[in-house]
């Protein structure tokens, strides 16, 4: 069965690659919205590429309004400043909130209907021009044909998408992350990790994918704990940007499974960040989901270094799982209790959530039976 494989038409990376940038961006358009949030924009890093695009000829406007994970409100508002600024392109600076709100601008921008409109579809607009330029290393959204935007009037995560939605440049510059705080690497990094195993696990897994996904992980196991440490590790936060991009290149084309699709209502009902709901589920999650891809778990634990040929397959899954707890113990990620999470609220929203989960359709790529019971069971399991 033929396949596509897709990732950005241009990558730029390594050191210095925000200001390689700047000549590439001049070609896409005359003057571009810069989506990004308060606290990045105040770190410089948008004033200096906004010179660089002054001295080529290049004007734009900032829009900072996307003041945590992305809601259609934020995006409406968005949309406004790129018509009302006249723009003809955008860039994504900052997190991956930052970066799929520009999507989701594009769209609405291009396509004159919300965002709320295109939930469900394969989204092909004609879009303008977009520069994704990630602050983080982790959720991927750089070199995806995702966006995740809250629809706060139903209480979901719609994950709206379709090839369009690819950035046409994505910068991978590993300097643009020392800003992040510890918490924001674990989160980030951890989000990475799980794009990459649950890609590698995916009923829809391919060998192309296969190759980044298990090069995301071998990268994230050697380097997350020395990112999180060491903020200023000029190694580690270079590895952790190509680990970053390497996973969500592989889920933009073998998907995602049980976590994510357990985690968005996390994050839409109770605002916990991604990445940090999807860390809070892993263990238990790939702990059921061991028994339907073994050897794929197998796998992922002798490229980290977690098992070698000695070792069975069973063996070596365990270890993964195991190697996974080691790192969110050491990254300090929360419970939910401890995230400020009511239980009682938790618990009368778990219908929901189970029903949203199921309809997102991620679950079902798992390699092993899941439904609502399934998913009930396993969020009952976070507070035990």
Not at 28 to 41: D, E, F, Q, R, S
Not at 89 to 110: N, T
Not at 138 to 144: D, H, V
């Amino acid at each position: 069965m033929a396949r596509e494989f897709l990732v950005p038409p241009r990558v730029i990376w390594g050191k210095e690659a925000l200001g390689a940038s700047a000549e590439y961006i001049r070609r896409m358009g005359k003057k571009a919205l810069i989506v990004t949030g308060p606290h990045v924009a105040a770190l410089g890093g948008v004033e200096a590429l906004q010179r660089e695009l002054e001295k080529r000829g290049v004007s734009s406007s900032v829009f900072a309004g996307i003041t945590g994970e992305p809601e259609d409100w934020m995006i409406d508002r968005g949309t406004e400043a790129y018509k009302k600024e006249a723009c003809d392109f955008l860039i994504g600076f900052g997190g991956g909130s930052p970066l799929d709100s520009m999507k989701a601008i594009a769209v609405q921008a291009a396509g004159g209907k919300r965002a709320a409109e295109y939930y469900g579809k394969v989204i092909e607009e004609a879009l303008p021009p977009m520069a994704a330029i990630p602050t983080t290393a982790g959720t991927g959204s750089e070199t995806t044909q995702f966006t995740i935007i809250t629809d706060t009037e139903k209480g979901i995560k719609m994950l709206l998408k379709g090839p369009c939605l690819m950035p046409d440049l994505a910068v991978l510059d590993p300097a643009l992350s020392e800003s992040a705080p510890p918490s924001v690497t674990a989160a980030t990094g951890l989000d990475a990790l799980t794009h990459a195993a649950e890609a590698y696990t995916s009923k829809k897994a391919q060998p192309l994918a296969d190759t980044l996904a298990l090069s995301a992980v071998k990268r994230i196991f050697a380097f997350l704990p020395e990112a999180y440490e060491n903020p200023g590790n000029d190694k580690a936060r270079e590895e952790m940007a190509l680990a970053a991009f390497e996973a969500g290149a592989a889920f933009n084309n073998s998907s995602v499974t049980l976590i994510h699709g357990m985690s968005r209502p996390i994050g839409a009902l109770f605002h916990v960040p991604h990445g940090v709901s999807n860390a809070m589920l892993l263990p238990d999650c790939f702990a059921y989901a061991l028994g339907g891809a073994c050897v794929r778990f197998a796998d992922m634990a002798r490229a980290a270094g977690l098992a070698d040929s000695r070792d069975s397959d069973e063996e070596a899954a365990k270890n993964f799982l195991e190697g996974i707890r080691g790192l969110i113990l050491h990254c300090r990620i929360p419970t939910l209790e401890e995230f400020g999470v009511d239980k009682e609220r938790f618990f009368g929203s778990m219908e929901k959530m189970a029903e949203d989960a199921l309809a997102s359709g991620s679950p079902q790529n798992t390699r092993k039976s899941v439904d609502k019971d399934v998913i009930l069971s396993l969020y009952r399991g976070l507070w035990e």
